[in-house]
Every structure is written in C-alpha cells, then in structure tokens.
C-alpha cells in the first residue's frame, strides 16, 4: 500500500474492516430492533382481533385449530394458522393473508365461511394486517395438526355458494377504508375506540342481529341502530345489547365498569358467560388500559335502539320483603331460596364481582330468556384473569332439575325485584336442554 509504512499496512486493513463490519452490525441490530417491533405490534394485534379464541381449542396448541363451532348449518372447524407449510398458513403470501383477512378468501381461492369475520377486519389498517402477517409467521411456533371440515350440512358444505354471499354482503376493503377516512371524531380516544370495536374486535359478528341471510344488518355504528343492538344466539349463548338500553344494555354502565368487566370479566352490575369469557381471557385483559377506555368511550355514544328508550330499570323490594318473612308462595320461590339465595342473595343483589346479582341485570330481562336458562342447566365459571386471579364455579342443575323447575326458578328471577321480564315455559327449558353437551365442564371443576 503505497505511502504507508512498511509492516503497518496489516493492521490498518484489519481496523478499516473491524470499522465496517461494525457498521454492518450495527445495521443489523437495527433491523432486528424493528422486525421485533413489528412482531409485538402483530402480537398485540392477535390480542385485539380475538384469534386465539376461536383458533386454539382447549388443550390445544396456540393456533393450531381445530375448535368446533355449532352452527344452524353444521359443524365447522376452526382452522390450523400456524406457520406449518402442509396443514397451516405457512405458504401464505403476505398479499394472499390479506386477502384471506380482508376478504375471506383462501389462498386455493375458495371463499371463507364468514364465522372467519372478515366483513370487519375488511377496516384492518396496512400497517396492522402487516404486522399480524409478520408475527403469524415468525412469532408463532408452527405446529403440524391438520383440521378437515367435515360437519357442516349439504348445501353449506358447499364452497361455491359462498362466493355468492361474499359478493352480496361482503364489504369491499377499499371502499371500507375510505368511508373510514371520511368519518371524523371530536374525540381521539373515541375514534380508537371505534376502529377496535368496528374492526379488530369483531364485535358486531356476535352483538348485531342477522338476516335471514346470515349477514350482519349493520356493521358500523354509522350504519344505524340495529348495530351492537344484541345479536343472535352464539354456542346457545344470547349476546346482550352494547347500546344504552337501561334494562338489557350498557345504559347503567359507566366507562370504569366497561373497561373492569373487559379487564376482569366481572362488575358490580354483570359477570361474563359464554363466549365472553373466552373474548377477555384471550382478548381484552391483555390489551393496554387506554385501549379498554377507548372501547368503553366509544359504546357509551351508542344510543339505546328506540323501542328501549324510555324503559328503565327501579328496584322493588317485593320479592325481598316475601321471602324475609318466609313467604315463598309466589311461583319459583321455594326453589330459588333453597338453590339460588345463598350465593345471589334474597335480595338479589348477589355479592359483585364474586357473584353477580340477579337484580338488574341485563342478562336476566333479556326477552329471550335462553341464557339465564343455559346457566341454570349448564353453569358458569368466572375465570381467573390477571388483575382478578380468582375463579368461581356455579354448578350446573341439569342432572337434578326438571324443566318445571327451572321454569320456575327463572321465572322468579325474571318476575322479581324489578326486572319484569315475561315467564318461562317448560318448553323454553326443553329447547335449550336438547342442546346441551353430554358432559357439563364446570360441575367437574373444584367447587368454591
């Protein structure tokens, strides 16, 4: 090397090399800092699209699928999204994942069944769908299990006629993200709130009724009353109105009781059931607590459904006075003091947060009573969450009450204390008692 002294020139390559790997590594770094980023940003994203719920079945494999779906049509089977090449997602595109996502179609081109809720994820943000890409495919572990849908019912086992239903009800992602753009909130917290609620969460797909015709009637609050207004029965559980309705929605309900029941699970006014139980224990206690309040600002401008307006709920102290003088002579009181009291109170009230009360809540004075009657028979766990690691079982009376009985014992509850909801009927019991599962999961539990 000319002008450099003899024997020197070694050690001067040597350091202009260790200078520039150095540089090489310290880009490397930085892209390995941002790939992780992405992959938390997915990560998180997984939390609020609710995937583990209905793509981990219990004792299964994050993922990996295979949870099954009781459908009017059959059986279906979520499906296998680990990165596994032969049974998952593995040879995914990014564009064909967004296009599953957004779409709901699959990378063979045939169309989703829309339990997959890609009419809402249709408001999916770039950044998010790609960042969901990138941990779906090296955040999470690939696991070889392969799902074959086999249960659903001649025509829906049909694929082709699906395509049809995408093409009527289906919205399109580009016109979906400019009527996004188009709306304008005062609120920044709101607008959040409404982007989790509309998009991610999904929440629409259970809490909005149907049409005949399987698709939601609203997907958006922009899309009039009917939307969160209380959907259709999902695994034989009702979903409850998201609205301001003072009796059956969030009317009574302030934004620290949303963001504690989406925390938690439970408030002094409810306790979760059903599929809601699986939203927060998978979904809504590990998201942030500014994204619960964004949730919780964001239904509490949803305005009751116009039936419901002028309909509010006022505690009567009737029934409690009875049954303090040992009067049990009104229809399904001996039987809802001998079951019920110990734990839900004569007055109603339960103990909140442990037990949740019967007064006043939504889900008693549901008109559809098939709920209520699905706790009696089958029983509920409240789970454990974080920043509530206890659980409490109530036991399932299926095996020891006939359907007079529990007629009886949820017309009492309906009737009392306020809540003035219509009686039950044997009949109501027989139908939801034909639909339960052969084993009930929460009488094998510890009891409390």
Known sequence: MRGVAKGTWRP??????????????????????????????????????????????????????????????????????TPDRQTGIGQYSEAEFRRALRQGIRRDGATLYPAMPYPSYARLTDEDVHALYVYFMDGVKPVAHRVVQDGMSWPMSMRWPLAIWRTLYAPDPKDVRRDMDRRTF??????????????????????????????????????????????????????????????TGLGRWNEHDIVRF??????????????????????????????????????????????????????????????????VSARGARSYVDRCAACHRTDGHGYPTTFPPLAGNPVVMDPRPDSLIRIVLEGNV?????????AFVMPGFAASMDDAAVADTVTFIRAAWGNDAPAVTTADVGRIRRTLSPEHPPISLPMN
Request: glycine share 12%.
């Open 186 to 247: 005062a609120d920044p917290l709101v607008a959040r709130g409404s982007y989790l609620v509309e998009g991610p969460g999904h929440c629409g797909a259970c809490h909005t009724p149907r049409a005949l015709t399987m698709q939601e009637k609203a997907l958006t609050a922009a899309d009039g009353p009917l939307y969160l207004s209380g959907g259709d029965a999902v695994d034989g559980w009702r979903p409850v109105s998201l609205r301001g309705e003072n009796r």
């Open 12 to 81: 001067l390559l040597a350091a202009v090399l260790a200078v520039a790997t150095m540089g090489t590594g310290s880009a490397r770094a930085q892209d390995d800092a941002q790939h992780d980023a992405v992959v938390a940003r997915g990560a998180y994203m997984a939390v609020a699209s609710d995937c583990a719920a209905c793509h981990t079945a219990s004792g299964g494999a994050p993922f990996a699928g295979g949870l099954a779906f009781n459908l009017p049509t059959g059986t279906l089977y979520a499906p296998n999204i």
């Open 382 to 390: 409240l789970r454990a969450t974080r920043q509530a690691p206890s």
């Open 262 to 327: 989406l925390a938690t699970g439970r408030m002094p006014l409810g306790a979760a059931f059903g599929g809601m139980t699986d939203a927060i224990g998978h979904g809504t206690q590990h998201m942030t607590d500014e994204d619960r309040l964004a949730i919780a600002r964001y239904l509490k401008t949803l305005s009751p459904t116009a039936t419901q307006v002028a309909q509010g709920w006022t505690y009567d102290p009737t029934a409690t006075d009875a049954l303090r003088a040992g009067n």
